[in-house]
């Protein structure tokens, strides 16, 4: 779990790709990884954790996406009067001795792992609509 204070959306999205292909170097060698795609999902939260907002497949992610401005957003909505209790993560199942269909655990729910864009129930169709332009999906 990590916090992005401090940093602005390329400098986020191009930490997050680094930590990614360190990510796909492990899988590489790790025999628990028999999928042929990646098995990394970005994990954006709330409320120091109590609450997922969204999950995605790493790999879906577009190159002009804007992560930090989606994650502050999605706070404001959900969260107003928490400020910086947003949470990321680039979560591997696998790497705990897990599997996707076990979701990601949290607060309110925790949120699952599909092979799109999932959100909390709490947010409606414009906010979708929104996170899918600023992830450019």
Known sequence: MKRSSGMGDQELLEGLRLLAAEKEEKRKRDPRHTAKK?????VLEGDWGGQIYLTIPWDQIGP??????????LDAIAW???????LWDLYDPVELDGKP??????GMGGGKLEDALWMHSEFDEKVRARA???LDL
């Open 38 to 42: 990646s098995d990394l999902w970005l």
């Open 80 to 86: 107003p009067s928490n400020d910086g209790g947003a």
């Open 132 to 134: 899918r332009k600023l």
């Open 101 to 106: 269909e076990d979701g990601y655990g949290g």
């Open 64 to 73: 002009k996406a804007r992560i930090k401005t989606l994650h502050r957003e």
